[in-house]
RNA sequence: CGGGGUAUAGCUCAGCCUGGUAGAGCGCAGCUUUCGGGAAGCUGAAGUCGGAGGUUCAAAUCCUCUUACCCCGACCA
């Protein structure tokens, strides 16, 4: 490709609306433009990525033997009748109604037409197991689209329906698509991690999430350093003490004037301890709109799925109004603890183990020092309420974990026979006897694949793109081409031979000046770049530089085309 | 949906408080010089100031309504 004849409409400045990395640059590097909130035009530059994507993710679904499909993604109401979803999905499901008044939806997924194609299409249990995908367009109507194609209401998906007689068939095509997903990202040149997730209220055995690990992405997960465990921050179990709590070295607690100081990290710089030594209590609503006390380490955070899953309290947690603390507990939010509080106290384990600790009197501006579990208050009732943190033990018991963040660009699970026994899915098995079909759903979002690669993979200069996925695998910049013919040779030739052999190539025989070539290739990320000048074209050699090299380096020219041929295969 | 904010040239924004001829930088078109890291000069095209209504001799500016978009909260590929 020229670039002459190649839409390559790249933003020297940074649109106001792009929040994070990923959204800027492929704004700036003109693959995307928005339309309306949520909804995106690919252009050339980005599409040819979004292909990429795609065309890996077809390629190890159909080596897993996986057949691929494709359904409209305007779907009749009726069928979301029968699964009961039609009331059950909110607003996020957009609902259209045709000239004849016949109500649709544009399909956020598709586990009703799939389920319903299969039933009418599979007949015996010679034709199971099967697994059927579809690379396409979905839409959720989401309260807040943000962050460019990572969360938008239109995107595209490669979503996977399997079907299976048995518990046993659903267990081993699960497996094959773990393995395939792990192919997937592999080939995409991306750091990922499976991780266990929540298989909420779908009633699935097994469900993993798996995470491009990158800062900015919006879930928190956990693994360990010794094992593959790995989770999602907010399923991760943390286990009882195993230890004796320490004994007591104060004689007895004792009331101190912490005057103005609210949070741990005033009480303890104020008291000169450490956060670890202090206790923080959080009052949330429990049953029947009471309150309840949380109680955890100064330094731990809550973890409000395990909290909202306790009986005593309310789901979802909500945490108690000023107004409502002060009425039962008579103190400002600051000074709360758990001594004496007249409503239930649940502490979190690594709580229980503190002792001679330091927590709120209850009383405006005052807190407790040297304060102990049993002598000075109750043994408290311990439960599991905070999210795991670096150096946790891995619940596995082996290693210790490491806390980083990841977005979710896939997510693999178990359906079961919800949709199969509510649609009425059934086959007959050996014996005639009809038998309902159990499920498996399996998603990557292919445009977020796209948004998650240039964040997890930039720098300064823009986007560095794995080469299997890059637009354009190598760059060719001549220098002044317009008044060498000698050079217009060269370079036509060489773009010649990398085409013939198969390689992604843009030429930019645009007339601009040097640095706003090299600053165009950088920022769309090109992984390998080859300059050519005059000055070079004597000693036969040309410049060559990789995208994250420091330096440039001068190649043969009769070598430069198996060279860098050999650095794309190997980096493929 | 609740709270906050923005809307002026293709992009980034100033002008609004204190009403009086529509602005800058970048980009775009042309010319000249320059030519291996986002060049310089000159010339030019480009805006019914988101929309509607109101106040006023006069509205980008003040008021009311409205639409779109963005940010903060509950979801998910």
């Known amino acids: 490709m020229r670039t002459s004849r190649f839409l390559l409409s790249t933003l020297r400045e940074t649109p106001a ?39 890996i993710v077809r390629e190890e679904m159909d080596r897993s033997g996986a057949q691929e499909v494709l359904m409209p993604a305007i779907q009749p109401a009726e069928l979301w009748q029968e699964s009961k979803r039609w009331e059950q999905y909110g607003p996020e499901l957009l609902r259209i109604t045709d000239r004849h008044q016949r109500e649709f939806c544009f399909g956020p997924t598709h586990e009703e037409i799939i389920t319903d194609l299969i039933r009418r299409e599979i007949r015996s249990y010679k034709q199971l197991p099967a697994n059927f995908y579809q690379i396409q367009t979905k839409f959720r109507d989401e ?23 048995t518990e046993e068939s659903l267990q081993e095509t699960y497996q094959v698509m773990y393995e395939t997903y792990q192919r997937i990202f592999s080939r995409l040149g991306l750091t990922f991690r499976p991780v266990v997730a929540d ?24 693994y360990s350093t010794e094992s593959d465990y790995a989770a999602n921050v907010e399923m991760v179990e943390l286990p009882a003490p195993s230890e004796e709590r320490l004994k007591p070295t104060t004689p007895s607690l004792a009331m101190v004037n912490t ?38 380490r100064g330094d731990h955070s809550l973890n409000v799925i395990k909290a909202a899953k306790h009986p005593k309290v309310a789901s979802p947690l909500t945490f108690a109004s000023a107004e409502q603390i002060r009425a039962v507990i008579g103190c400002d939010i600051g000074s709360i603890g758990p001594i004496s509080l007249n409503i239930p106290v649940l502490v979190d384990y690594a709580a229980t183990q503190v002792t001679d600790f ?14 102990n579990w049993g002598r000075d208050l109750p043994e408290p009732h311990k439960v599991d309420l905070r999210n795991a943190e670096t150096g946790d033990p891995s619940p596995d018991g082996k290693g ?58 930039h720098d300064e200069q823009g986007i560095i793109f794995p080469t299997a996925i890059t637009p354009f695998e190598v760059a060719i910049l001549p220098m002044n081409m317009h008044k060498s013919i000698r050079l217009q040779e060269v370079v036509e030739n060489l773009y010649q031979q990398f085409q013939a052999a198969g390689v992604d190539v843009l030429l930019d025989d645009r007339k601009e000046r040097p640095g706003v070539m090299f600053a165009d290739i950088e920022l769309i990320g090109i992984p390998h770049r080859l300059v050519l000048g005059e000055r070079g074209l004597d000693e036969g050699q040309i410049e060559y530089k990789g995208r994250q090299d420091k330096d440039t380096q001068l190649l043969a020219l009769d070598q430069v085309v198996n060279i860098i041929i050999g650095k794309i295969n190997s980096e493929k």
């Open 143 to 165: 309260i807040r689209p943000r962050f460019g194609v990572m969360r938008a209401r239109e995107f595209l998906m490669k979503d996977a329906y399997s079907f299976h007689l």
């Open 199 to 222: 298989s909420g209220n779908i009633g699935g055995n097994r469900s993993h999430e798996f995470h491009v690990l990158a800062d900015s992405g919006e879930d928190a997960i956990a």
């Open 17 to 55: 609306d792009a929040e994070v990395i990923s959204h800027q640059l492929m704004l700036r590097a003109g693959m995307i433009r928005k339309l309306a909130a949520g909804l995106y035009t690919w252009l050339p530059l980005g599409l040819r990525v979004l292909r990429k994507v795609e065309n």
């Open 400 to 457: 210790t974990l490491v806390v980083t963040r990841g977005i979710e660009v896939g997510h693999i699970f178990q359906l079961g026979d919800k949709y199969s026994h509510a649609m009425q899915t059934a086959v007959l098995d050996e014996q005639g006897r009809s038998v309902t079909l159990t499920m498996g759903c399996y998603g990557i979002g292919v445009s977020r694949v796209v948004a998650a690669a240039i964040e997890q993979n």
């Open 358 to 371: 330091v927590c709120g009197a209850n009383k405006e501006g005052q807190h407790l020092v040297g304060v």
């Open 259 to 296: 005057p103005d100081q609210h949070t741990i990290e005033e009480v303890a710089k104020f008291l000169r301890v450490s956060p670890q030594q202090c206790l923080k209590t959080l009052i949330v609503i429990g049953e029947n709109d009471s309150l309840v006390a949380l109680v955890l």
